[in-house]
């Protein structure tokens, strides 16, 4: 940002050459290099930058700053002098400089000129410093940011590779793999819009149980505990566990029956530095324990008791089911001092697959999503259903110009490839057609723009989309 100046800054600076307020303003210093005396004039701008003394010193050559420059740097730095000595042009290169005043790292941008006589001999350099080192602190947050993303993408696509086998090899049908697998995917998801919200720093168990229980069994469960704030692994970890305890007492315990309760509560364990969290249920059926061991129990009792440090107790007792999830000191972290204030993240849905799928037929439905993959498997739900889709269109120009065409319903996904996905929504409000968004943004104010549409988290099922569709057919 520039600074104002006033009349009297331009009355004391008049006598100042107008190159001298320029270097001042931009922040940067001068230097001059005298190679008949030998000479390195310092200006009282590049003393501040580097720490070396203002005014004239020995040249020593090409010599004199060698010194204070990274060593890793230096052969470089020969090279382009060298060069810009031979060529007569205009040099410049960064470099880690180490301050002689006090000893600090910084790093510097030189750039400048070579003079030369009348016979091209040369006579000296004169060029400016400039201190880059937030700039060069941004690229090493950046680099080591974009490492991190790789890291955490490879890891969650090895995760759900791994969670697509297991749960197959556990289910005997096609539904009940796809209730199962996208259940346990919603919640995968659930967690890490929390963790994004939280600058993947980890999230707070309190915003876990919140997210999973608050849609699901609103009138039928509470929780409570202390302010506990989880690693990105535990969080990952316990969102699955919710799941998995969830999607049994919707099928077989408290959250099957009107009357039925959940309760959560966790506490600090003082022995270990970690905390015990207590899953109850009541009021449900009369409780049998499994003739076999599915998949979510082995998911609780090794997956997620090892991912949390510490161990899980199943007890299948005649008034209700009783969970004791026990972490260990590893599964905790430091709070940050500023997160997002209560879930963000949508609950982590059970997922029903209904054996009698929406009825779409001879409905024309609009799909507009930039993957090409989620797009085909919309394209084929959607015409499983009934309907007549319209695209896919990947690009906004090419929902645009699909717009012509008579539609019923559209699906849209919020974001097309940097694009906001409003002006089509507009367009068919407008024209007073329904859509509904699927959208991998975890919103918390509701639909994008405003809108007064459902909204579907990816990851999701098809048969959500083709629900949610027929929904707002028989609506309108």
């Not at 998995?244 to 007492?249: M, P, Q």
């Not at 099928?251 to 506490?267: C, D, H, P, Y």
């Not at 993240?345 to 059970?350: D, I």
């Not at 459902?454 to 707002?472: F, G, M, N, S």
């Amino acid at each position: 940002m520039f600074g104002t100046m006033t009349r009297r800054d331009l009355d004391q600076n008049e006598g100042r050459p107008r190159l001298e307020l320029a270097l001042e303003a931009a922040g940067l210093g001068e230097f001059d290099w005298d190679m008949h005396r030998g000479l390195l004039t310092v200006s009282e701008r590049m003393a501040a930058i580097t720490g070396l003394p203002a005014g004239k010193m020995p040249a020593q050559g090409a010599a004199a700053l060698e010194p204070y420059i990274e060593p890793t740097n230096l052969a470089a730095i020969r090279a382009d002098f060298q060069r810009s000595r031979e060529t007569g042009g205009v040099f410049g290169f960064e470099f880690q400089h180490t301050r002689p005043d006090n000893g600090q790292q910084v790093w510097v941008r030189v750039a400048g000129v070579m003079v030369r006589a009348e016979d091209g001999q040369p006579l000296g350099l004169s060029g400016i410093v400039e201190d880059i080192s937030p700039r060069k602190l941004e690229e090493e947050q950046r680099q080591i940011l974009m490492t991190d993303i790789d890291h955490r993408v490879k890891n969650v696509l090895a995760a759900v590779h791994a969670l697509a086998i297991q749960t197959a090899r556990r289910t005997t049908s096609l539904d009940g793999f796809l209730q199962s697998f996208g259940g346990r995917l919603k919640a995968i998801g659930s967690a890490n819009e929390l963790l994004t919200a939280a600058r993947w720093r980890g999230a707070a168990i309190e915003h876990l149980v919140g997210a999973a229980l608050g849609a699901l069994a609103p009138g039928q469960a509470s929780w409570e505990g202390p302010d506990i704030f989880l690693t990105p692994r535990a969080a990952n970890a316990l969102a699955m566990g919710l799941y998995e305890l969830l999607s049994n007492a919707a099928k077989f315990g408290a959250l099957s029956v009107e009357n039925g309760r959940i309760t959560v509560r966790w506490q600090w364990r003082a022995d270990s530095g970690g905390f015990d969290m207590i899953w109850t249920e009541s009021g449900g059926p009369a409780v049998v324990g499994p003739s076999r061991r599915g998949f979510g129990s082995t998911l609780l009792e090794q997956v997620t008791s090892r991912e949390l440090n510490g161990d899980t107790l199943i007890e299948y007792r005649a008034s209700g089911v009783r969970v004791l999830l026990r972490a260990g000191e590893g599964a905790v972290a430091e709070r940050p001092e500023t997160l997002p204030e209560g879930p963000t993240a949508r609950p982590p849905e059970v997922l029903t697959t209904s054996s009698a799928p929406a009825d779409l037929k001879g409905a024309r439905v609009l799909i507009v999503e930039d993957a090409v993959l989620l797009a085909l498997e919309l394209e084929t739900g959607l015409q499983e259903a009934g309907a007549r889709v319209i695209g896919p269109a990947y690009e906004l120009q090419e929902a645009m110009a699909l717009l012509d065409h008579q539609i019923d319903a559209a699906v849209l996904d919020a974001n097309l490839n940097g694009r906001s996905v409003i002006p089509v929504a507009e367009a068919l409000a407008a024209r007073g057609v329904p859509f509904v968004f699927a959208t991998g943004y975890g919103e918390s104010a509701g639909a994008p723009g405003g809108f007064d549409a459902p909204v579907i988290r990816k990851p999701y099922d098809v048969t959500q989309v083709a629900a949610a569709v027929a929904e707002l057919l028989r609506a309108k």
